[in-house]
Nanobody, 124 residues
Framework: QVQLVESGGGSVQAGGSLRLSCAASGSDSSWNSMAWFRQAQGKAREGVAVIATDGSIAYADSVEGRFIISKDNAKNTLSLQLNSLKLEDTAMYYC??????????????????WGQGTQVTVSS
C-alpha cells in the first residue's frame, strides 16, 4: 500500500515563498507520474504541477514561472517550491501519485494515490 504524506504548508504574506514536501512510502513500482493538486474553498480541485516518469514537467498556467516541482527518487520525496505567492494561491495542496500513468496529466482521475493535504494560506 502506498502512502503519501505532505508537509510544509503554512501562512505567508503575498510575495513570499514556501516549500511543500511529499514523502512517499510503499512499493517503489507503485507510482509513476506524480503531481501536486490544490483545492481552494468552494472550488474544484485543480492540477498545479506534474512530473512524469521520464522527468518531464508541466505546470498550470496560473503558476508557471513561480512554482517548481522536483522529485528525489532516492528519498522517495516529491517537492513543490512556491515562490511569489499570491492571494489566489491560498488552498489545500495535495500530493498525488499514479500506479499506471507515465505521462504528464492534470486529470485527477489518472491518480490513484493521494495525500491528506497541507494548507497554504497567503495573506496581504
Amino acid at each position: 500500500q502506498v502512502q503519501l504524506v505532505e508537509s510544509g504548508g503554512g501562512s505567508v504574506q503575498a510575495g513570499g515563498s514556501l516549500r511543500l514536501s511529499c514523502a512517499a512510502s510503499g512499493s517503489d513500482s507503485s507510482w509513476n507520474s506524480m503531481a501536486w493538486f490544490r483545492q481552494a474553498q468552494g472550488k474544484a480541485r485543480e492540477g498545479v504541477a506534474v512530473i512524469a516518469t521520464d522527468g518531464s514537467i508541466a505546470y498550470a498556467d496560473s503558476v508557471e514561472g513561480r512554482f517548481i516541482i522536483s522529485k528525489d527518487n532516492a528519498k522517495n520525496t516529491l517537492s513543490l517550491q512556491l515562490n511569489s505567492l499570491k492571494l489566489e494561491d491560498t488552498a489545500m495542496y495535495y500530493c498525488a501519485a499514479s500506479s499506471w500513468l507515465h505521462v504528464r496529466s492534470f486529470n485527477r482521475n489518472s491518480y490513484n494515490f493521494w495525500g491528506q493535504g497541507t494548507q497554504v494560506t497567503v495573506s496581504s
